[in-house]
């Protein structure tokens, strides 16, 4: 049988604008309108997350992606109006509403969606292959990739890997303690939260981790499957040394 084609592997952080980012990853002079380009020539995707809190214009997404270069992604959080809800079955209008903002508009820039469940969100296994069903398998003739990210310890069930693995949907890998230890690939993906950045470190992890990250992930890739791995949250100024050091890793393996 022939060899399946290497995935992507793709690093980055969670958004681009952050004051104490200037004089450690931004310029201090540069253009509070530059960020975005600048972060897009350090690193290879972004999680936005502006639209986790409310919607957005379609030239905003258009804009977002004319100042990014070919091959970058951008993943995109969903509305929390579609996820922190007691049914998700009855969020139908809301997940049309996320949709039909102008998520198109990134074109081939568009990553995966992340769908963020509230920690007090437990498993219901018939609500949530409800709500699967709502999920688009296509976005403007493009495959669409969607991420659940389950922050409720009943997640850690069976059921719940077979019901994603069976849509095709990656289950987000969280590295945070009070996260499910639920880790398995479910899709032709994978994404990666990692949330345990420390000032104590001048690279946001230590170096054992991120070997061990980058190893993962190029695993992942040689298995055939894109990945995606974000440094999120932790402290949050050191998120953009971590991606670098961990792109620097995988350029050395590649």
């Known amino acids: 049988m022939p060899k399946s084609r290497p995935g992507t592997i793709r690093v980055g952080i969670g958004g681009w604008t952050y004051a104490p980012w200037r004089g450690t990853f931004f310029p201090d002079k540069l253009p509070h309108t530059r960020e975005l380009e600048h972060a897009a020539t350090r690193l290879t995707a972004l999680e936005i997350n502006a639209t986790y809190y409310g919607r957005q214009k379609p030239e905003t997404f258009a804009k977002w992606a004319a100042a990014v270069p070919d091959g970058f992604r951008f993943a995109v959080k969903a509305s929390r109006y579609s996820t922190a809800r007691k049914k998700l079955a009855d969020g139908a209008e ?11 508009h990134l074109g081939d820039r568009l990553g995966p969606i992340l769908w963020q469940f509230p920690a007090t969100k437990a498993y219901d296994h018939d609500d949530l292959a409800r709500f699967l069903a709502m999920l688009p398998r296509e976005i403007a003739d493009r495959p669409a990739h969607h991420v659940i990210e389950a ?9 719940f890997v077979d019901l ?37 470190e001048p690279t946001g992890y ?17 298995a055939g499957q894109d990945a995606y791995v974000f440094f999120i949250a932790g402290d949050k100024v050191r998120n953009p040394q971590a991606a670098e050091a961990l792109i ?6 590649s």
């Open 94 to 104: 809301s997940v049309a509403m996320f949709l039909d903002q102008g998520l198109v």
């Open 248 to 253: 620097t890793r995988l350029d050395a393996v």
């Open 206 to 222: 230590p170096e054992a981790d991120l070997d061990s990250w980058a190893t993962r992930a190029a695993e992942t890739a040689k």
């Open 164 to 200: 994603m693995r069976d849509h095709n949907i990656a289950i987000a890998h969280v590295d945070r303690d009070d996260a499910p230890p639920i880790d398995a690939i479910t899709a032709d993906f994978s994404y990666a939260r990692l949330e345990r950045a420390t000032t104590a």
């Open 151 to 159: 922050r409720h310890p009943s997640f850690t069930d069976a059921g």
